[in-house]
């Protein structure tokens, strides 16, 4: 478990009951109070970080007044603690909220294995998945014409369950930001129920057990195995 870090990405959240004030003593950051609403909410708050990134906070839907929406981008809780994840987590569920989206990243330092050689696998019928379509893309700067590294994506957008691998590395020294070695994150992106599922454990346990319980659910969406397409499902499965 050493070989990888665990990282969670974005954060969306709703509770049916609740106020901004609580909300923002929550969750930190600097709010201020937008001059139209989003989704259906009358009220909205917006934050942008230091380090880039967009948070939103909706209330006053007609349909329920008391109800606070709230989506936090990557970038903006990227100095989260495990602990502050965990603490978030374990309020929505005690006030009988929901989970909307969760991302969490699995990071690669190693350099053992690359872009190409995970989309050749997938290609050859070495991968072992519940997704039914993948597709390889190569990014560029159009100003600058730098390489922003390739991506493989796994499933769809619109589904529950969304899967991109890609050179973070390529993509933060496009940003002009110093990285040295490889750098291969796995990013797994989850909705409504699945979504649940996974903030649920996020609330109950400690960092250790929550990656490794991660690291379980990734291979149970997509795993890489010395078979073939040809092969008895019995053996591929």
Known sequence: MSLWTCVIGWFRFTVPDATVDEIIALIGGEWIKDQKGFQGYAQAWLSRGHTGGLGRI?????????????????????????????????????????????????????????????YASVVAGNCVSHFRKSRLISGHELGSGSDTGKTIGLGSRQSDTYLRIYDKAAEQR????????????????????????????????????????????????????????????????
């Open 58 to 118: 909706g209330t006053g839907a007609k349909r329920a007044p008391r109800e606070v929406h709230v989506d936090l981008s990557q970038e903006l809780i990227s100095g989260w603690t495990y602990d502050t994840f965990k603490r978030v987590a374990s309020w929505v569920i005690s006030k009988q909220g929901h989970f909307g989206r969760i991302d969490v990243a699995l990071d690669d330092r190693t350099g053992v294995i690359d872009i190409d050689r995970i």
């Open 174 to 237: 496009s940003k002009d930001k110093p990285v040295e070695g490889s750098w291969i994150r796995w990013e797994m992106e989850w909705k409504a129920e699945r979504a649940a599922a996974v903030g649920m454990a996020l609330s109950g346990l400690d960092q250790d057990s929550f990656q490794k319980y991660i690291v379980g659910v990734f291979r149970s969406a997509v795993d890489f195995r010395d078979c073939t397409r040809d092969d008895d499902p019995k053996d591929r499965y």
